[in-house]
């Protein structure tokens, strides 16, 4: 979804002139809101927020409910005093992703070129599709009636020569609208913007660039690219100097590749028992593991999120000597980083594991540790110890045949440690990075 900040001066006609324009950006307007809605239309016109419990978050909004401050990824019980009077819809990813699946096969049927960059986003590049159905402007339209016809939902379309403005352009285009930026207006359009608005600039880069003088994307294309860099460095100086000016070479690539795999959870109450933590540690990296099975990948970092009571948030990564898709092996890496957080003795909120650095399993030649060398064989059936990767893996394999077969509550990987009983927790599952 678009989150860049949006200006007044940027939502208006800049021109019909549509050639070099082939770059389409396909946004979902509040997807899993509008996914909700579809379902329940006697929820409509209400403010509707999707979220989980009181200690989770708001993992989307409708229009009706962003107008009294709500939005995505505030927490919940802030969010209820903000607009007390909104209905709560638990979260269907498994219904997401089913319309998400459905988009995309809409947005394949107008071209190959296709990219995915979230479950609700996706870039086209339509110049080989406009002697078959007509020019961008057409294609977004028949884009936008197909959604609304097949699922019951809006989306916003950003029509621009480069992949940049066209994600902006898409933004300004919200809520089910469309806007075109010809080539020629493209600087025009850009230096209407807040320098937030530009890729890569977040609220510690903007407060840099404020300490230069430089508060907008005009003022930032009017700075030699010296001064930007020192603001922020020489690469993002060099970078955003280009994207100020509307400089944006990178293609639309098809197929791309998942970056990364993760999951968290939000505990229904603070845990101070850090074994407790672990258990729930072992269980996403577990979940992590199964993804990456499913998906042929293996990845070589292993990172762990964690929000402390206070709010405060913490994480902690390293890198594993040979890729892996064993969850056993996530999680004993999750493990170390955890007990080498600083915490401050405080309690645990949230806990989230994410492996990066994924390639093609198939490509990944795996070198066994000395260990695993050393290790004596395990001989079936007779309940010792199970050493080695491929042991594990064998093992975890079998697990997801079960969750196939019987569902993915069938069976959950051995806990790391005794879980007090009673232990409930608020789930939330994050979608892979596909940005």
Request: with cysteine; aromatic share 4%; glycine share 10%.
């Amino acid at each position: 979804m678009s989150r860049g900040p949006r200006a007044a001066a940027a939502r208006r006609d800049w021109g019909s002139e549509e050639d070099g324009c082939s770059i389409l950006h396909v946004d979902m307007d509040a997807f899993f809101a509008s996914v909700e809605l579809a379902r329940r239309p006697q929820l409509r016109g209400l403010p509707v927020i999707v979220g989980g419990a009181q200690r989770g978050v708001v993992l989307a909004a409708t229009y009706e409910a962003r107008a009294f401050g709500v939005h995505s990824a505030m927490p919940m019980s802030v969010a209820l005093r903000t607009c007390p009077q909104a209905v709560v819809v638990p979260p269907d990813h498994h219904a997401y992703h089913e319309v998400s699946v459905g988009v995309m096969e809409i947005l394949g049927d107008v071209t190959a070129l296709v990219e995915q960059v979230s479950i609700d986003e996706a870039f086209l590049d339509v110049a080989g599709a406009r002697r078959r159905l007509g020019p961008p402007t057409v294609i977004a339209a028949l884009i936008r009636s197909r959604v609304q016809a097949q699922f019951g939902i809006a989306c916003s379309v950003g029509i621009a020569s480069t992949k940049f403005v066209a994600k902006l352009a898409s933004s300004h285009a919200k809520p089910d609208g469309v806007m075109l930026v010809p080539r020629a207006a493209t600087v025009d359009f850009l230096h209407a913007l807040p320098v937030g608005a530009l890729w890569g600039v977040g609220e510690r880069t903007e407060a840099a660039l404020a300490r230069w003088g430089i508060d907008s994307v005009a003022e930032l294309a009017a700075s030699d690219v010296a001064t930007v860099q020192r603001a922020v460095g020489k690469v993002a100086g060099a970078h955003l100097h280009d994207l100020a000016w509307g400089r944006d070479p990178r293609p639309v690539s098809p197929g791309r590749v998942e970056k990364s795999v993760g999951a968290e959870e939000t505990f229904a109450q603070d845990v101070a028992n850090l074994t407790v933590v672990q258990d729930k540690a072992l269980e996403l990296a577990d979940r992590c593991a199964a993804r990456l099975r499913a998906g042929s990948m293996v990845g070589r970092t292993v990172s762990v999120k964690v929000r402390t009571s206070d709010f405060r948030t913490l994480t902690r990564s390293r890198t594993l000597a040979t890729p892996t898709d064993v969850g056993r092996e996530i999680y004993l890496a999750a493990r170390e980083l955890l007990a080498a957080a600083d915490l401050g003795g405080l309690p645990v909120r949230l806990i989230g594991v994410r492996v990066e650095g994924l390639g093609p399993a198939a490509e990944t030649v795996r070198q066994p540790t000395l260990e695993e060398a050393s290790a004596e064989p395990v001989t079936r059936g007779t309940g010792g110890p199970a050493h080695g990767f491929a042991t594990r893996r064998e093992a975890e394999l079998a697990m997801d045949s079960v969750r196939e077969r019987f569902g993915k509550a069938a069976i959950h990987a051995g806990a790391a440690s005794g879980r007090p009983s009673g232990t409930r927790l608020a789930t939330t599952f994050v979608p892979a990075d596909l940005s």
